[in-house]
């Protein structure tokens, strides 16, 4: 199927389409009844990630029950990529990720590849692609490479990344030894969704709003622009949407400098900001605030007219500014459809 029958594909290339193509980040995952059935029923989150029948089920769940989402984004998780790099990777009940060794206090060098930890994804794609409805996108995803340093350094998520900008400034040849590790097996594992099925893929960079404008430059804008173009070399006709998020005021830049196709608006941004300060022409995704969301009523409306709005004059994907929160009710997700979709 072409890339005009997909909605949400078709706005990727550079179209718009009305009414507004949407899905949700995290759309799969814990606010749904059903996926908390089959974590409970499978175990731990990793469980899930890597039993393909599993993670395709999850992947499928919000457009079984909103039948009117656009695309089925791939359930995984970034953090598969340090895992296949050689860290070891838990998920702590309550806490999060962890990753050990952190390259605080251990060498990137010490680390024993496993890339066949990447393959079980690949099939995952496989199995959601001869499952899913032909009008429907299927989106691949990566973190990028500076968010996921930030993990493989500290060994957890942190506040402000404190232990990755450290030693990008004091020891900038390793940090970059880790950031080009990263970016070499994202490539693969990328490659591979596309090759099994993806239509397009997203770079997370879900703490690009840390850095300062010259380590922002150096340590997100320039390893997406290598990977982009690594990308486009290879598959030139998949969109790649790059999701700085924070970026702020840099996201001009950004979209100016990496080759993304797609920029992503986390919930700070202004719409109509961008709207007018982002290159003419170029996709924009977002930006619902997702406590507007889990609100509903008033706020839930005002917010989805005011974004629909702003960018109603270029190529625009209706989705959140970041993950849907788990405990947002099903009904106000039906009603942002209704708002998108013009039946409300």
């Known amino acids: 199927m072409t890339g005009a029958d997909k909605p949400l594909l078709a706005v990727l290339r550079g179209e718009r389409r009305d009414p507004t193509p949407m899905w949700m980040m995290r759309q799969a995952g814990r606010y749904l009844p059903e996926y908390r059935h089959l974590r409970e029923e499978k175990g731990s989150f990793l469980n899930l990630v890597y039993d393909s029948d599993a993670a395709a089920e999850i992947t499928l769940q919000p457009l079984q029950r909103f039948p009117s989402l656009d695309a089925a984004i791939l359930f995984s998780d970034i953090l598969i990529v340090p895992f296949a790099i050689g860290q070891n990777l838990t998920f702590v009940h309550g806490e999060g990720p962890r990753l050990t060794p952190p390259l605080t206090n251990a060498a990137l060098g010490d680390l024993q590849p496993f ?81 099994a099925g993806a239509d397009a893929v997203q770079l997370f960079d879900s703490w690009a709003g840390s850095l300062a404008p010259a380590e922002f430059d150096r340590w997100v804008v320039a390893p997406t622009r290598g990977l982009v173009s690594r990308l486009k070399e290879k598959h030139p006709d998949v969109p790649v949407i790059g999701f700085p998020k924070g970026a702020g005021g840099k996201l001009v830049a950004y979209a100016r400098e990496t080759g993304v196709d797609v920029i992503g608006l986390d919930e700070t941004v202004d719409p109509d900001w961008a709207g007018k300060e982002l290159p003419r022409g170029m996709p924009v995704q977002g930006n619902l605030d997702p406590l507007a969301l889990r609100a509903g009523g008033e706020a839930l409306e005002a917010a989805a007219a005011t974004i629909l709005d702003a960018l109603r004059e270029r190529p625009h994907i209706f989705n959140l500014g970041h993950g849907i929160l788990q405990d947002t009710p099903l009904a106000h997700v039906e009603r942002l459809i209704e708002l998108v979709k013009g039946a409300g």
Do not use: N
């Open 115 to 195: 890339p066949a930890r990447l393959d079980p994804i690949s099939e995952t794609v496989r199995k959601v692609k001869a499952r899913l409805d032909p009008e429907k996108t299927l989106i691949g995803f990566a973190g990028a490479p500076w968010t996921v340093a930030t993990y493989m350094v500290a060994g957890q998520g942190s506040r402000d990344q404190g232990e990755a900008r450290t030693m990008a400034y004091g020891d900038p040849g390793a940090f970059g030894a880790i950031i080009d590790r990263i970016a070499d097996l994202t490539f693969d594992y990328l490659s591979s969704q596309i090759e």
